[in-house]
């Protein structure tokens, strides 16, 4: 690789660390992402797939093509396609002309979009793969083991992304469902203690008047909190 274009490389994978580390949102992160890559390795389209657990499917979550077909593409299974061999396998597969590969699921799309040479990496982290990144290109290439190299240090940055941000969801929902519990036990003890109710009487209080106005069980609880407190000024 040519000097100019090693530091171009750097200067890239450097930005997506940047990003990783920042607060951006994940969808923001996911376009740069496409974006940094497809001008990296000089793409016609590259994008990233998303694994849903659930389902066992994968779909596109972020690209920078700009065509509704090749956005709206069907989700691909396990084992599906070429991107879902790569989940199955857990390694990077490369297709020098999808148009004719039997196993590709989308060659009209590919006629259309006037892409030919694929390269799809798993995006792994802690030992899971969690998605793919592809890349194509619009003329027959052959991918060097340097680009295959560039593109699974873009993939696993990625799956890092993704894994701090489900971490960070998953934390901020633990620590709501614990303040909410906790507001629920003082608001339950003021009811006990001021209506006489037993614990089972006050949950089952706050509870019902949740239910009837559609209100959160921690928004009554706080309304409960907020009412004795205000008896005290």
Not at 7 to 33: F, G, N, W
Request: include cysteine; hydrophobic fraction near 40%.
């Amino acid at each position: 690789m040519p000097p100019d274009e090693y530091q171009d490389v750097i200067k890239s994978l450097y930005e997506i660390s940047k990003a990783i580390t920042s607060e951006m949102y994940l969808e923001d992160i996911l376009k740069l992402i496409v974006a940094v890559t497809a001008q990296v390795l000089g793409s016609k389209i590259c994008s990233i797939m998303l694994l849903d657990e659930k389902t066992q499917t994968l779909s596109v979550k972020a690209t920078q093509a700009m065509s509704p077909e090749y956005i709206n593409k069907p989700p691909l299974k396990v084992g599906e396609g070429i991107a879902g061999q790569v989940v199955a396998q857990g390694r990077p597969i490369v297709v020098r002309d999808v148009r004719k590969e039997a196993r590709y699921k989308y060659r009209d799309i590919a006629q259309q979009e006037g892409i030919v040479s694929m390269l799809s990496v798993p995006m792994q982290v802690k030992g899971r793969v969690i998605g793919v990144l592809n890349t194509y290109t619009s003329r027959p290439h052959s991918y060097t083991e340097e680009e295959i190299e560039i593109l699974c240090s873009i993939a696993n940055q990625a799956a890092v992304a993704i894994e701090n941000t489900e971490l960070m969801v998953k934390t901020r929902v633990i620590q709501e469902e614990l303040e909410t519990r906790k507001k629920v036990e003082k608001a339950k003890g003021i009811l006990m203690r001021v209506e006489k109710l037993t614990e089972e009487q006050a949950y089952e209080k706050i509870r019902k008047f949740s239910m009837d106005t559609r209100k959160s069980m921690r928004e009554v609880a706080e309304a409960i909190i907020i009412a004795e407190e205000m008896k005290k000024l």
